[in-house]
C-alpha cells in the first residue's frame, strides 16, 4: 500500500479516539512519570486547539491502584483483586488528568464502560448521545472499562479493544494507540528459535496475512495488552473504515507529528471498501455475538462477493443459544468468521430449518416472519 494514503487521512482526521496504555505514563518501577503525563496532556490539548474533536481512552487505573496499596505485583486473572485495584486507582487517575488539563483550562469527564453497554443497542447509542453532549459542553471524555463490575465473561479484554470500539461509536476518522513500543517491527526466528526484531513498518493494510507472523507478546509489566491486542483493535477500527497508528507514547510531541502526517508509528490503513455506516457499524464495532451460524461455501459466496442476505437453505449448523434479533456470527466450514448479522431466528427454529428452502418455513415452524436467516439489511460483511 501507499504509506502516503494512511498519514494524509491522519493528518486530515477531524474525529479522533486516543487510547494511552500504563506504559506510556508509568514507570517501570510502577511510579508515574510525570513529565511524560504532562507531555501527553499538552499533546491532546494541541489537537483540540486545532478544532479536532478528540476522545481519550485511558488505561492506569488499575495500575494507580497498586501504587496507591503499596503493590508491586505483576499481571494477575483474579477479577475481584483487579476490581478492587480499579476502585481505588480510579478517582485517582481522574485527579490527574483533571489537575493537569486545569492548565489549558480544559474540563474532563468520566466515562465508563462495561462491555454490555456497548453489545445493547439501545444503551450503545445512550452511550453515543452521551459523549455528543459531552463534546458540545466542551468537555474532555476519559473513558475506561468499568472494571468494578465487569466480570470476565463482558469484560472488553484490555483498552485496545475499548479504543477501537469507542473508534466506531463517536463516527471517528482515526484511532491513535499510543503504547511503549514504536510500532509493529518486522520479525524473523534465530538460530535459538527466539523472536528477532527487524525494520519498523511504516504503514500496511490490516488484512496482510504477514501481521499475524509479526505480533507477539507485551514486553510491558505494567499494562494489559501487547502488539497482537492492538492489530486486533486495529482490524476491529478498520470495520468502520477508521485509520489506526500504533505510535510511542513517551516520544516528545507525538500527537502533533501524528496529527501533522510525519512518520511515526506504524499506520494500519483499511482500505475505502470498508466503510459502513449506521446499525452496521454497531454490528462491526460494539455488538457481542450470542452464537455462530455455519454456512456452506455457497452461501458464504453469496453473501461476500452478491451481498446476499444468508437463507435456511445455505446453514450447516447452529452453535450457541440465541433468540431472534440477537447478534451472531456468520462462520464458514473450517471455522473462519466472515460476517456478523442479527438473527430472524432463534437458535432453535434455526436448527429446525437449516438446511432447508425457505418455503417450507412455515410448515416446519407453524410461521413464517422472513424468507432469510439473516437480512442483508442486518449482515455486516468481514
Not at 507478546?217 to 497508528?245: E, N
Amino acid at each position: 500500500m501507499n504509506s502516503a494514503d494512511g498519514r494524509e487521512r491522519l493528518r486530515r482526521a477531524r474525529r479522533i479516539v486516543v487510547k494511552v496504555g500504563s506504559a506510556v505514563f508509568f514507570q517501570r518501577d510502577h511510579r508515574v512519570d510525570r513529565p511524560a503525563f504532562a507531555s501527553l496532556v499538552e499533546g491532546l490539548d494541541e489537537l483540540i486547539r486545532d478544532e479536532r474533536a478528540v476522545f481519550l481512552v485511558s488505561s492506569g487505573a488499575v495500575a494507580m491502584g497498586r501504587q496507591w496499596l503499596g503493590s508491586v505485583e505483576g499481571a494477575s486473572r483474579d477479577i475481584p483483586r483487579l476490581q478492587a485495584l480499579a476502585a481505588m486507582g480510579q478517582s485517582r487517575l481522574m485527579e490527574m488528568y483533571e489537575a493537569e488539563f486545569s492548565h489549558y483550562e480544559r474540563k474532563v469527564a468520566q466515562v465508563l464502560f462495561s462491555r454490555d453497554d456497548l453489545s445493547d443497542r439501545r444503551r450503545y447509542l445512550n452511550a453515543r448521545r452521551t459523549l455528543q453532549r459531552l463534546e458540545e459542553f466542551g468537555a474532555v471524555a476519559v473513558i475506561n472499562e468499568n472494571d468494578t463490575v465487569a466480570t470476565e465473561e463482558l469484560r472488553f479484554g484490555d483498552n485496545d479493544e475499548l479504543a477501537a470500539m469507542t473508534a466506531g461509536l463517536v463516527g471517528a476518522d482515526a484511532l491513535i494507540l499510543l503504547s511503549d513500543v514504536d510500532g509493529l517491527r518486522k520479525v524473523s526466528t534465530n538460530s535459538d528459535g527466539g523472536r528477532e526484531y527487524g525494520d519498523k513498518i511504516d504503514a500496511i493494510a490490516v488484512d496482510d496475512e504477514r501481521i499475524d507472523r509479526w505480533a507477539g507478546p507485551s514486553d510491558s509489566s505494567v499494562g494489559t495488552g501487547g502488539m497482537i491486542s492492538k492489530v486486533r483493535a486495529a482490524r476491529l477500527a478498520a470495520r468502520s473504515g477508521v485509520v489506526t497508528v500504533i505510535a510511542p507514547g513517551k516520544r516528545p510531541g507525538v500527537l502533533s507529528q501524528i496529527s501533522a502526517g510525519e512518520p511515526v508509528g506504524t499506520v494500519f490503513e483499511p482500505g475505502d471498501e470498508s466503510v459502513v455506516a449506521g446499525r452496521k457499524v454497531w454490528l462491526g464495532g460494539g455488538a457481542m455475538a450470542r452464537g455462530k451460524i455455519v454456512c456452506d461455501e455457497g452461501a458464504r459466496r453469496a453473501v461476500r462477493k452478491k451481498g446476499a442476505s444468508l437463507l435456511p437453505s445455505g446453514i450447516v449448523s447452529v452453535d450457541g443459544d440465541f433468540d431472534e434479533g440477537e447478534v451472531v456470527e456468520l462462520v464458514d466450514q473450517k471455522g473462519r468468521v466472515f460476517g456478523r448479522g442479527l438473527a430472524v431466528y432463534s437458535a432453535e427454529e434455526l436448527r429446525a430449518i437449516a438446511g432447508k428452502q425457505s418455503s417450507v418455513i412455515e410448515d416446519e415452524l407453524g410461521y413464517k416472519l422472513l424468507d432469510e436467516a439473516v437480512h442483508r439489511d442486518n449482515l455486516l460483511v468481514l
